[in-house]
């Protein structure tokens, strides 16, 4: 698989948001508020959790592996997807917190 850039990852990831929008708007009769979808990351966060329990052998439940990747990769999702609703630079703030965090740490 090809490696993923930040430009692609923010331009299919609000092609995608656009589409659940319009399922937003069929169902609901609005889109999700930027607080919504921060809710909703909230939720697939503490999926991650979950998942990981599994994993780890301490919540025993079924499709463990494959639901923790997807909950994850869709986590990946919900940031890029807020960060650009809020205008914030994904790419930046990553970069941003590496290097400080590098710097606070040691390389």
Known sequence: MASLNFEEL??????????YHELELTHHGSEW???EDALAFLTDAGLVAR?????QGR???AN??????????ESV??????????NINIEEVT?????????????
Do not use: D, Y
């Open 10 to 19: 923010k331009e299919r990831s609000l092609k995608i948001r656009a589409r």
């Open 95 to 107: 970069e941003e917190f590496l290097t400080k965090t590098e710097g606070s740490v040691g390389n």
């Open 59 to 61: 919540w025993p439940k």
């Open 77 to 86: 999702w919900w940031l890029t997807v807020l960060a650009e609703r809020m």
């Open 64 to 73: 463990t592996e494959e639901e923790l990747k997807h909950k994850i990769g």
């Open 51 to 55: 998942n990981v329990m599994s994993q």
């Open 33 to 35: 508020t930027i607080e």
